[in-house]
């Protein structure tokens, strides 16, 4: 039985809300700034706006508040809907706060003629030397008094470009003495001169954020829109442009952000671990934005698992990163298929196979799933090669795997019996010399003979070469957007390249996006680069929480 989930505060809200009669649907939005990928910070919030209307009725839009010329870019627009696509969701209208310039112009006329905007031209400086403390009132500007008539004709002429940048802003006329400092006269358009991505050199003004947000939520009549705590003082000034506007009610609703252990969701930061080279690109597969998340093999069934488990809160807190690996290790033992992969390959000469034979053995893809995966053939020789660290020429205690003298059974293929080693001039084995029990073979043995360590191979004869690329944790810290310098925190063993490895030959058709069980090694995934010249495949993850291993041996 499983255990019933309640509602979050947010889903109380809207069920009481519906319940009362307020609203007959409800309509949420999500907002991304086109300046960035996204990140698993807003994979929580994409599954919270998408998932309420999935589960009350009602739909969700996707805007873009694209009101910053200078950082935005058409690439990341086109990434982010790829990115909301691909967690499996689908918006009822893509929609920009530039389609809605227009509008937001003459929002702003009508505030200058009800005598509560005000065109100022004083300087950034000026401005914030004018704003006081939390504990002093601000002054007033000495251009808050203009008559209707000159701030009309003077934001006309913004418009019309006829300021530099920086000379002239339209601010809010509310109270410089207001206990929230972000209703002390707010900024609401500043002069940009500046191509902007969809509107071209058509405008040379922009609204601030805090003036295209609600305003674009009104617009669309959106009944619930949710945003992360740092929003909390912005409601006060939300709720007061509705207001004196006269316009849709909307309503804002904050909730936590979750942060995640061992990264980094600042989109700044991100920004610059891309500009100094520290990571690939946005989709490097040790970032946690969604692109990087996919490039490096996770699901994005996963993703939405991790999101639902870590819920919405009023608190702002710290997720273990090791429970987003577990909800990926849990969804990819279901769907990854099983296959054999060496890492750090040792030769094994199975002397008294008939030389030159090959012949199939069958071995499960995956037998967790859920019509039991079913089997594939496999091809066996007498040269095959196995892993390093499966022989050890002194055993340690309760050593299974292969030492002289030892048997070990070869998966899904025969038990065999390591008689002997070759080194080369400096000591390092070369080849292990086994020998095999013929009716020891997996699916009909009738040797008698129990082996208690079973190991994995590929046929060297048959087998394909790849890279492999082993991914971990980007940081070594746990909080990194806490410390001075996050990048003197980067983990040098984030990233390392196994040049040469042997693979079963089915993997040489292997597509991305297709998912993995490298048996005993972990979830792997070819990379976008991969090609069937070079074929490369990322590791996605660790069968098991190592990180959960080494943080016990360093408390000890």
């Given at each position: 039985?499983?255990e019933?989930?309640?509602?979050?505060?947010i889903?109380?809200i809207?069920?009481?809300?519906?319940?009362?009669?307020?609203?007959?649907?409800?309509?949420?939005?999500?907002?991304?700034?086109p300046?960035?990928?996204?990140?698993i910070g807003?994979?929580?919030?994409i599954c919270l706006?998408?998932?309420?209307?999935?589960?009350?009725?009602?739909?969700?839009?996707?805007?873009?508040?694209?009101?910053n010329?200078?950082?935005?870019?058409?690439v990341?627009?086109?990434s982010?809907?790829?990115?909301?696509?691909?967690?499996?969701f689908?918006?009822?209208h893509?929609?920009?706060?530039?389609?809605y310039?227009?509008?937001?112009?003459?929002?702003?006329?009508?505030?200058?003629k009800?005598?509560?905007?005000?065109?100022?031209?004083?300087?950034s400086?000026?401005?914030?030397?004018?704003k006081?403390?939390?504990?002093?009132p601000?002054?007033?500007s000495?251009y808050?008094?203009?008559?209707?008539?000159?701030?009309?004709?003077l934001?006309?002429?913004?418009?019309?470009?006829?300021?530099?940048?920086?000379?002239?802003?339209?601010?809010?006329?509310?109270?410089?003495?207001?206990?929230?400092?972000?209703?002390?006269?707010?900024?609401?358009?500043?002069?940009?001169?500046?191509?902007?991505h969809?509107?071209?050199?058509?405008?040379?003004?922009?609204?601030?954020?805090?003036?295209?947000?609600?305003?674009?939520?009104?617009?669309?009549?959106?009944?619930?829109?949710?945003?992360?705590?740092?929003?909390?003082p912005?409601?006060?000034?939300?709720?007061?442009?509705?207001?004196?506007?006269?316009i849709?009610?909307s309503?804002q609703?904050?909730?936590?952000?979750?942060?995640l252990?061992y990264?980094?969701?600042?989109k700044?930061?991100?920004?610059?671990?891309?500009n100094?080279?520290?990571?690939?690109?946005?989709?490097?597969?040790?970032?946690?934005?969604?692109?990087?998340m996919?490039?490096?093999g996770f699901?994005?069934?996963?993703i939405?698992d991790?999101?639902?488990?870590?819920?919405?809160?009023?608190?702002?807190n710290?997720?273990d990163?090791?429970?987003?690996e577990?909800c990926?290790?849990e969804h990819l033992?279901?769907?990854?298929?099983?296959r054999?992969?060496?890492?750090?390959?040792?030769k094994?000469?199975i002397?008294?196979?008939?030389?030159?034979?090959?012949?199939?053995?069958?071995?499960?893809?995956?037998?967790?799933a859920?019509?039991?995966g079913?089997?594939?053939?496999?091809?066996f020789s007498?040269?095959?090669?196995i892993?390093?660290?499966?022989?050890?020429?002194?055993?340690?205690?309760?050593w299974?795997?292969?030492?002289?003298g030892?048997?070990v059974?070869?998966?899904?293929?025969?038990?065999?019996?390591?008689?002997d080693?070759?080194?080369d001039n400096?000591g390092n084995?070369?080849?292990?010399?086994?020998?095999?029990?013929?009716e020891?073979?997996?699916?009909?043995?009738?040797?008698g003979?129990?082996a208690k360590?079973?190991?994995?191979?590929?046929?060297?004869?048959?087998?394909?070469?790849?890279?492999?690329?082993?991914?971990?944790?980007?940081?070594?810290?746990?909080?990194?957007?806490?410390?001075?310098?996050f990048?003197?925190?980067?983990?040098?063993n984030?990233?390392?390249?196994?040049?040469?490895?042997y693979?079963?030959?089915?993997?040489?058709?292997?597509?991305e996006?297709?998912?993995f069980?490298?048996?005993?090694?972990?979830?792997?995934?070819?990379?976008?680069?991969?090609?069937?010249?070079?074929?490369?495949?990322n590791?996605?993850?660790?069968?098991?929480?190592?990180?959960?291993?080494?943080?016990?041996?360093?408390q000890?």
């Amino acid at each position: 039985m499983t255990e019933e989930k309640g509602l979050n505060f947010i889903e109380d809200i809207v069920e009481e809300d519906l319940k009362n009669g307020k609203y007959n649907r409800i309509v949420t939005r999500f907002p991304p700034e086109p300046n960035g990928y996204l990140h698993i910070g807003h994979a929580s919030s994409i599954c919270l706006n998408f998932g309420l209307t999935e589960k009350y009725g009602g739909y969700t839009n996707l805007r873009f508040d694209d009101t910053n010329p200078v950082t935005e870019e058409t690439v990341y627009v086109d990434s982010i809907k790829e990115d909301v696509k691909w967690l499996g969701f689908e918006w009822k209208h893509e929609l920009y706060a530039s389609d809605y310039f227009g509008t937001l112009y003459q929002f702003a006329i009508d505030l200058i003629k009800k005598e509560l905007a005000y065109v100022d031209d004083s300087s950034s400086d000026e401005i914030a030397a004018l704003k006081g403390t939390p504990t002093e009132p601000g002054k007033n500007s000495p251009y808050r008094n203009r008559a209707v008539e000159e701030n009309l004709d003077l934001f006309e002429g913004m418009k019309k470009g006829e300021f530099k940048d920086g000379s002239k802003t339209l601010r809010a006329k509310i109270n410089m003495a207001h206990s929230n400092m972000l209703m002390r006269d707010p900024v609401l358009y500043r002069i940009k001169h500046a191509h902007h991505h969809r509107t071209g050199n058509n405008w040379c003004i922009y609204p601030m954020y805090d003036f295209a947000h609600g305003q674009s939520d009104s617009i669309e009549e959106v009944t619930h829109s949710l945003c992360t705590l740092e929003f909390v003082p912005h409601r006060e000034l939300y709720d007061w442009l509705i207001e004196k506007l006269e316009i849709f009610p909307s309503k804002q609703y904050e909730f936590a952000r979750r942060n995640l252990t061992y990264t980094i969701t600042s989109k700044r930061k991100l920004l610059q671990l891309v500009n100094e080279n520290h990571v690939e690109g946005w989709d490097d597969p040790r970032m946690t934005t969604i692109s990087g998340m996919r490039r490096r093999g996770f699901t994005p069934e996963s993703i939405r698992d991790f999101c639902t488990r870590i819920g919405v809160a009023k608190r702002e807190n710290l997720v273990d990163m090791s429970l987003l690996e577990h909800c990926v290790r849990e969804h990819l033992n279901k769907i990854a298929i099983r296959r054999m992969a060496v890492l750090d390959p040792v030769k094994l000469i199975i002397t008294n196979y008939p030389a030159g034979q090959t012949e199939e053995v069958f071995s499960e893809n995956n037998p967790e799933a859920e019509n039991n995966g079913g089997t594939r053939p496999v091809a066996f020789s007498g040269e095959l090669w196995i892993e390093r660290e499966d022989f050890m020429e002194t055993p340690a205690k309760k050593w299974f795997r292969l030492a002289p003298g030892a048997m070990v059974r070869l998966k899904s293929a025969y038990i065999v019996k390591c008689e002997d080693c070759v080194k080369d001039n400096e000591g390092n084995i070369t080849a292990i010399h086994c020998t095999y029990i013929p009716e020891s073979k997996s699916g009909n043995d009738v040797s008698g003979v129990r082996a208690k360590g079973t190991i994995h191979w590929v046929s060297a004869a048959h087998a394909a070469e790849a890279e492999v690329r082993l991914y971990d944790r980007l940081f070594t810290t746990e909080n990194p957007g806490e410390e001075e310098d996050f990048t003197s925190y980067i983990n040098p063993n984030s990233f390392q390249i196994v040049k040469k490895t042997y693979i079963e030959s089915s993997l040489r058709d292997a597509a991305e996006g297709e998912k993995f069980q490298f048996i005993r090694k972990g979830y792997f995934t070819p990379d976008k680069l991969s090609s069937p010249g070079h074929l490369i495949f990322n590791r996605t993850a660790t069968l098991k929480d190592t990180w959960a291993k080494e943080s016990k041996k360093e408390q000890v």
